[in-house]
């Protein structure tokens, strides 16, 4: 499963304040984005301190949206989740009234049989084993129920206890240019022990201006770092000039020092690879690349017709850390051994095969026979 939080916080780190009234934070150019990253997922989990204090309706109501996932065979709303230990939790909240997809609550063991009643009449009321819910037993519970993609909007409690249990993929912190500075006001996480410290930081991906906020994409983990990257080469390959005779390759070189370096098959010539142009760029730059990580959007060729030496042949000779593509190359025009030669110089090679069919697409018309 994949899981994706998303937050909105003040420059001094709160997500409310003490007053009666939800603190406005977000804008709508970050609200549109946030509404895309619902669309996309699965199901959506907010906490029950959320539902009683903001009364969220967390359903799709934009047209383009709805005909997104529509396309995708989802419903149009994604499954709405939340978790109270209690049950304390108003069943005519608009998050049990408004919108189509399913309504799921987890409750503790010990919550009253009354309020579940209650709440079992809008909603799949989920009893756990102990009164302590835990991110790996609701990963597990709603991975059971088909969910592969969870897109986390709080609370604070919520955000605590998958980051401290370090089951966040991915991580979206919108700043709201003001100050709260109200010390008992909701921070955006309570006190816990985070695998993400001064020792460990976590991967920044992307940071925008969204109006006037600041938006910081972050990867938590070496999956979501993968993904992220990769996916990032097969759109590159997408730009590649259009040849019957070669593969369409994209790559995203990362040095061990976090410097990122891009290129496209025959993107500055017409025999270069993707993975050629991205270490020219770099050793242009005067990067060093012992101990880089590479993804490719295809296996690494292991024989070239036009140059000496292979691509798997120059991450070697650089003696680069790791290697990650999505697809192992067709046996079209050469009997490709990349992967093999890449293991053997004990290059750790990782293949993310749920990417193949997206990373072939820009080689449709040679691997279907037409020019």
Request: aromatic letters at 6%; proline letters at 4%; glycine letters at 6%.
């Amino acid at each position: 499963m994949i899981v994706q939080a998303s937050v909105a916080v003040s420059v001094d780190g709160y997500i409310d304040d003490l007053s009666d009234r939800r603190l406005v934070l977000s804008h709508a150019a970050d609200w549109e984005e946030v509404r895309s990253l619902r669309a996309e997922s699965d199901a959506i989990l907010v906490g029950a301190e959320t539902i009683r204090r903001d009364n969220p309706a967390l359903v799709t109501r934009d047209e383009r949206l709805r005909e997104l996932r529509a396309e995708q065979g989802l419903p149009a709303d994604p499954v709405k989740v939340t978790l109270s230990r209690n049950a304390d939790l108003d069943p005519t909240s608009r998050f049990f009234t408004e919108g189509d997809g399913e309504k799921i609550v987890f409750v503790g063991r010990c919550a009253p049989q009354d309020r579940t009643a209650a709440l079992s009449r809008v909603a799949t009321v989920i009893h756990a084993g102990s009164d302590c819910l835990t991110a790996d037993y609701l990963i597990g519970e709603l991975g059971r129920k088909g969910i592969e993609r969870l897109f986390i909007e709080g609370g604070s409690r919520v955000l605590t206890l998958f980051l401290s249990e370090n089951r966040i993929d991915y991580l979206r912190v919108a700043v709201a240019p003001f100050f709260v500075g109200e010390p008992s006001a909701p921070r955006m996480t309570i006190g816990a022990k985070f695998p993400f410290d001064k020792d460990r930081r976590m991967t920044v991906l992307d940071v925008k201006k969204v109006g006037d906020m600041t938006v910081t994409d972050y990867a938590l983990g070496q999956q979501a770092t993968d993904r992220t990257r990769l996916l990032q080469a097969i759109g590159l390959s997408l730009k590649c000039p259009p040849s019957d005779k070669a593969y369409s390759v994209g790559a995203v070189l990362v040095t061990r020092d976090g410097q990122v370096f891009t290129g496209y098959s025959r993107e500055t010539a017409p025999d270069n690879h993707a993975e050629e142009e991205t270490i020219l760029k770099a050793e242009q730059a005067g990067a060093t690349l012992e101990g880089a990580t590479i993804y490719s959007s295809m296996e690494p060729c292991s024989t070239r017709r036009s140059k000496p030496r292979s691509c798997s042949a120059q991450i070697i000779d650089r003696r680069m850390k790791r290697v990650v593509f999505a697809v192992r190359e067709p046996d079209r025009f050469v009997r490709c051994r990349g992967e093999q030669l890449l293991r053997d110089a004990g290059i750790e090679v990782c293949v993310l095969e749920s990417l193949a069919k997206q990373a072939l697409e820009a080689n449709a018309h040679i691997l279907s026979g037409q020019s």
